[in-house]
């Protein structure tokens, strides 16, 4: 088999796994599971054929000749649109992320769902699994998480999203990659309201896809522009110097941007949506409604980070036409919606209480490091900072499921009803759940950019210093303030969830997790740390030199100009490591001991600012009043009532209602009166006549004899002699 | 056999005409035989227009299959047949919809005979249309087809509800759907049938290619009126027939109502094949004649058509009643038809206007699929609760998971989604229309939006959300009569979606030797 | 020979007496014979002018013998009306016959 026929093959195994479940094995739980693994297993052995033939093959060979295979697949006029697929340097290293973060998740999913557990006493599908109550050899009752009742449909829609995601990383164009793009949004929806019982989720589901949407249609016209303009929407086609050089140098209609720029804003909007950039932020915190499997892989690790995937690989478009430290269009709004966003949601994250919204703010803030640090140029570092968080932040994403899963079944255990993702409800898991404090605890480091250690720290650095060394300054301050406050809000979670003493009673009997859960954070954990160390830069001190800047290297040769490194400079290590230090002893300092009961310690000093960071900045509400609610009255009474049914059903009905008017004129005025009167005054006449002249039917023969002969004599006579008739 | 393939078009054509006249002879009683007997007979035209598709050679340019009769030499109008690529697709279509519209109203039960007569003429009517290669036997299918429509609208339509019309007066809804209907479609076809007489009349045929050239070739004045300005008004009488039928806004407003008020299966008809009656006329009849016209009005037909767009998806947004809903959804669609349309209008012969036809045809196909596919669901859920009402369901999903599953696929191809049919057929529209009309393609991306919003209205008060408790244990899951309707629908709409090559290889090359 | 005028002077006494018959009788036989004693007169008028006008023709005695079989006939039916309607209202008098009044 060749390498290119293994590429074509990579995303299909997911989806075969998606028809096979959803066709014939989705009543049995257990050969659902094994499909949708094995498939996952599939594609992840694929992925590793692939990533390692790159490494063989190398990344400058790579980069100048890509795995690549393409076919015919829509005729267009007098040409063909063609589909295929490339796996260059940045996608062989996404493959590699992706591959490992869907594998793990796969298999975590089985222990998340309580497979092996008895069925619920009154489960119902459509709603979280409420637990089962079981006799033991002594008679006693215990109630015990049960089977989620959906288990095989869960397996089929995580089965179609890693479809949709190996399809978007192994495209060679746009088109396919939008494809991908959709079909993981669709997945998103359903996952999201995978519990569709619960309102919130509902609510919380509709709202993903929508707001994604927005940014899915720019999108669409982005492409749709691209591909008026070129003519192709192959990649390697359009990043060649001259179709380049051509869109920088058309202008595009509207406000005086080049074609160039007007399909990069396109395009980034679309990521703006997909990654959750501010203002299009709000959906994904809500999406925590799903399972956890489902945010820490489609809401943390892939999905979102195919966005900012999206934008990298657009990286040569979005900055054609960049001199040196003079940013494009593009690549301006991308550097202040990035930081901005980055700083914005950091300062939500600190105040908000459920350990999945946490993160959720986590990851947003995190994309728009990536989409700050592609704004100003830093491409490497952007995919290093997009490999680094997704194993670190599936690792936190699949360690809060476990403390969760941990959390609930205490609450089962001890009949509590809880909120089982608040924070303040937990405490001292430590001893309880050693595995997952100690991969937690990895992940949060990372998350922080523990120095050194950590892979967290070498692609923050990298963007750190990027942004220093560029001379962009603001950028590089706002992402530092919000270094800090990650690294605050991370040790805030760290210590609420596993330090102090427990605060409830249900977190006092949480054990630990089955091992289908924690073999997952065992490895993403060991990624979170090791693969740091493939992008150290040269020039550090110290460590600078001892192993090569193999991400570098390699990943840049993706791009025909092989990007610089920055030289070495101090402030921005220093920098980032007084945030990383600093936030995180802050944040132990202030929640290494919080009582059972006691309010958030930063309540009171905060105090308005609290709330309002609670409360997310008022957004949900603002664009309810701004959008949802305007939208929802144009389409009801506006479009339907006003212009459907009162204009035009009005104008129709007035049309009607006059041509009534005119047929009844037309009869009361015309027919009756002129038409109908002489008609009947003809037979009225006549009629008359006959009532005047029957008295002479008398029936009587001789008198009509005479009246004959009489008449004939009387009109012979008149004949005869007045006309002279002879 | 060699009868059968000299005479494809006039069998597919009159075959369901003859099977309505055999049933004729089949006891009222005896309902069930005369379902499967419709169901049976319906399924030879599909053999047939099958037999079409693969015979058809797509590398041949003009008319394929072509027949001529003398029928009315007097007027020099013939029974001329025949089809090409875009007709083809439709003949597939109308043929493929028909028996399983018949299959999903196995459940009609009153007067069983004369519906299944009804709707086999139907068929012969709408067949007519895309076939006919002369413009008087073009009117005359037009005009047959609306007969079994308005019967079906309004002897089998939905019993309940009224409409007050003017002046407070109440009558049934399906009474006033099925007149507006009616009166709408005819007030359209007035203008068409004085045009159609018109054109004949000068060029002194009815035969469509020819008429196409000698009409074109016409210089000077007429009636006294500069040619300018008699084809402009003949333009529009054409124009607003087939904008009508389409229906682009502000036309529309007798689609919902039709389309609510049908029974199940005439939905399926209407949305699926009888909306394209009018897209076709603007593809077949007025780019050819008016090149000219059609190019100075295009700007105003697609500002239309991104009004269409727009407010259909609001208006379908708008709805509580799911049915109307997806009523509304079909002006939203249709919409891109006839933007892809204008925009070629504009810009006849660019490498643009074959993709934005490209993209029209095959949208008028893969809207016949969803639609048809939404409207069924609607009537299977309809037949289970007797509410249309989207407040009345709620968290149906655990109660019908087939049933949903099905509606989620079905809405998903209706909502656009990558990798089923919509789609492809939209992103070119989009793509063919965006250099053109920027603007407008631009503007219509607020109806796409739209589009996403009311599909997930729809699932979301259907499916999702807590459990309406009040139907537990009253609702049954799909049955299998019910699956083997929606089965092949939902297996083009992936097959388009994935492989559209099949499909629009076949409408690509005629349109690029047509325009 | 009798001059014209003589039979035409008979014939239309015969002729009124006929009519005063029709005109004056109630009994519907009588009017009958009215009727036939009208014919007569006429027939007699046919004769006369064929005599005294155009002997060489033979359209003269032709009607004649026309009216009398045409008389013949309706006696015949007019004798069965009567007596059908004697059956049925027992009566011949022509002023109770009036059906067709108004």
Redesign the interface.
Known sequence: MTIETIIWLLPLPPLLAFFLI?LFTNRSKKLSHIIAVGAALLSWAGSMVVFFRALQVGGHHLGEHPFTAAI???????GWLRIGVLVDPLSATTLFFVAWTVLTIFLYSVGYHNYGQPKGDAD???LPPGGATVTDEHGHKHTVPSVEPMYSRFFAFIGLFAFGMYLLVVSDNL?TS??????MG?CS??LI?FW????S??AA??KA??TT??GD??M??G???L??QTGTLTFRQIFTPQILHELVSTPA?VLGLSAAGLIGILLFIGTVGKSAQWPLHVWLPDAMEGPTPVSAMIHAATMVSAGVYMVIRMFPLLSAGAEHAHLTTPMMAMAFIGAFTALFSATIAVAQNDIKRVLAYSTISQLGYMVAALGIGAYVAAAFHLVTHAFFKALLFLGSGSVIHGVEHGALYTSMHLDANDMFNMGGLKKKMPITFWTFLIGGFALSGFPVLTAGFWSKDEILSDAFGHGHHIVFWTLAAAALLTAFYTMRQISLTFLGKPRTEATRHAHETPWTMTTPLVILAMFAVTFGWLGVPEHFPVLGGLLPNWFHDFVGSTLTEHPETVPFNFVPLVVSLVVALGGLSLGWLVYRNVPAGAQDPLKKPLGKLYTILQHKYYFDEMYDFLFVRP??W????????W??RGV??GL???I??LS?KIGSFLRNYIDIPIVNGSGDLAGNTIKRMGVTF??L??????QY??IA?LTTVTFGAVFYYLLGWH | MDFVAKHLLTLTLFIPTLSGLILLFFPSEKKNVIRWAAFVLSLIPLALSLMLWFNYEASIPGFQFQEQYHWYSAIQASFHLGVDGISLTMVLLTTLLTPLSILASFNIEERVKAYMILFLLLETGMLGVFMALDLLIFFVFWEIGLVPMYFLINQWGSEKGERTIWGGKQISARTYASIKFMIYTMAGSLGLLLAVQMLGVVSGTFDIPLLIEKWNAIQGSLFGLSIGTVKALAFWAFALAFAIKVPVWPFHTWLPDAHTEAPTAGSMILAGVLLKLGAYGFLRLVLPLYPAEARTFAVALAFLATMAIIFGALDSYGQDDFKRLVAYSSVNHMGFVVLGIAAAAFKAGSENATIAINGAVLQMFNHGLSAAGMFFLVGVIYERTHTRSLKEYGGLFPLVPVFGGVLIFVSMSSLGLPGLNGFISEFLVVRGAWPIFTFYTALSMVGLLFTGAYILKGLKEVLHGPLNEKWVGHIKEMNSRELVVVTPLMALMLLIGVWPAWILDVINRTVEMLF | MVPLPWYLIFAAALFCIGLYGVLARKNAIAILMGVELMLNAVNINLIAFWRYQAVEQVAGPAFAVIVFAVAAAEVAVGLALFISIYRRRDSIIADDIDLLKW
């Open positions: 959803v015919n697949w829509l005729p267009l006029g007098s119902r599908m459509g088109f939008f494809v991908g793009w959709e079909i669709l929806y359903l309201g569709y019982g619960k309102a989720a509902r589901m509709i896809f929508i949407r927005i249609v720019f669409l016209l492409i749709a522009y591909y008026a209609p939208a929802t144009i389409s009801e009474v506006f479009a339907y009532q212009i459907d035009i059903d129709l009905h007035a009607a209602a009534l029957r008295v039917q008398t029936g009587r023969v001789q004899m005479v002969i």
